[in-house]
């Protein structure tokens, strides 16, 4: 792997990112869909919410933009149950 013209270099142990690199996650493609079922649904506003590895999504078809949250500590997500007005949503994830 070569890196990008202009990149910082990588720690020694070539692990960890440099301290200068700040991520910030801009968009989900795709969803889990293998081997969980029933884990996408439609908000009261008509936003489509679903799940991404340790990532609850919200998708606002209207605007094409996405709210993420990451209120798990990193284990998948694996369930998603929605109060029947819509307005509510529970996520659970899964273990090691």
């Known amino acids: 792997v070569v890196p990008p013209t202009g990149a910082p270099s990588a720690t020694p142990t070539g692990l960890e990112p440099p301290d200068s690199v700040d991520l910030e996650l801009e968009f ?27 990532v609850g999504i919200v998708y606002d078809k209207a605007h094409h933009e996405q709210l993420f949250y990451f209120g798990h500590d990193g284990h998948p997500i694996i369930s998603l149950a929605m109060h029947p007005e819509g307005k509510y949503v529970a996520t659970g994830e899964g273990s090691v």
């Open 28 to 54: 989900v493609y795709g969803h889990r869909s293998e081997d969980v079922r029933n884990n996408v649904r439609y908000s009261a506003l008509g936003n489509i919410i679903y799940f991404g590895a340790a």
